[in-house]
């Protein structure tokens, strides 16, 4: 019998997920029941928000103790009992860390990747990274000319994309992100007009210098520090976007809240959460200006594949500790 390959949890992390709280583990794979397809994964997403589905309870859906860890994921139907399901047909789903899926047809979404990497599918065109930045940018943040559109985590997925589309709206745009490769990165490939380096320089000096009229737009992924320094620097009836919070994710019990909030009331200003699925009419929409500007070259998005699903557990550590560019992916 075939048998699947797959990480699972082995232990709930007490603070970072460290390699130790994950098991590789072989174990054979079920018969296909009616309904069902199979799936050879090709590439599995890491993502940040997983680290919040690692504790056993909150928002996203969780992993229990000896199951296989949620992921999206990318792959190719090798076995199917579902009509309209044929072997080779490209998929998108909640596919897991594991080598193969094996799921209801009706948990999956068709892919037509003729001309794209199936890759892309989880970058660009990604509800987690590039739909999450355009529905972030279009529909929450809506940049304008002239505004000053700051965004954290600026050379991950989201952030490099979010950057990219204000950008496009005419908005003067500043990323904020660790270490000179990454400023490099954000200001000469992909056009940022400034950067801003979180470990090396004062968040609040450089925005002062960097936008003395202050920020019209903040885009946060990481909350904490970096929210509360930008914070204090917005302009008078300014956004800020929440699209995510990493650096609070391994202690969601105690997550450090912004301290700069009456900034908010002071300047008329305005701070709104969301997730991609909450706009789920303009989905399609994104999906199409993103495909478009992928073919015409006019967005970049770099990806970082680490090879084999024994490297997820640290391609996770990869992505807390900042050490990526664009989306981070495991081929398996």
Not at 244 to 261: C, I, T
Request: with cysteine; charged share 20%; aromatic share 6%.
């Amino acid at each position: 019998m075939q048998r699947n390959t797959r990480v699972i949890l082995r232990k709930r992390p007490d603070g970072t997920a460290t390699a130790d709280c994950f098991d590789i583990e072989e174990v054979e794979l079920p018969p296909v029941a009616a309904g069902e397809v199979r799936v050879a994964v090709e590439f599995i997403s890491v993502d940040a928000g997983t680290r919040t589905m690692l504790r056993g309870e909150g928002f996203h859906h969780q992993v229990g103790i000896g199951a296989t860890v949620l992921a999206g994921g990318v792959g190719r139907v090798i076995e199917s009992r579902c009509d309209g399901w044929e072997v080779g047909q490209a998929v998108r789903g909640g596919l897991g860390v594991q080598r193969f899926a094996t799921m209801a047809a009706s948990q999956l979404e068709k892919l037509d990747n003729t001309d794209l990497p199936l890759s892309s599918y989880l970058g660009v065109l990604g509800g987690l990274t590039g739909i999450t930045a355009w529905i972030g940018v279009r529909c929450v943040a809506r940049p304008a000319a002239g505004d000053v559109f700051v965004v954290s985590a600026a050379a991950g997925g989201v952030g490099s994309l979010a950057g990219q589309i204000a950008k496009r709206n005419g908005a003067t745009v500043i990323g904020i992100a660790g270490g000179e490769r990454k400023q490099k990165f954000l200001t000469e490939e992909l056009g940022f007009d400034a950067a801003i380096d979180y470990k090396a320089e004062d968040i609040g000096q450089r925005l002062q210098e960097l936008a003395p009229q202050g920020v019209n737009i903040f885009f946060d992924n990481v909350g904490g520090r970096v929210l509360d320094a930008v914070l204090d620097r917005i302009a008078m009836q300014a956004r800020v976007v929440i699209c995510g919070a990493v650096s609070q994710y391994d202690d969601m019990d105690n997550v450090v809240g912004p301290s700069m909030y009456l900034r908010l009331a002071e300047r008329r200003s305005l701070m709104e959460g969301f997730a991609y699925f909450h706009y789920p009419e303009e989905i399609p929409r994104a999906t199409g200006e993103l495909k478009s500007w992928l073919a015409e070259g006019s967005i970049v998005m770099p990806e970082e594949i680490l090879q084999g699903i024994e490297r997820y557990p640290d391609a996770l550590a990869i992505m807390f500790s900042g050490g990526n560019l664009g989306k981070l992916m495991v081929a398996v």
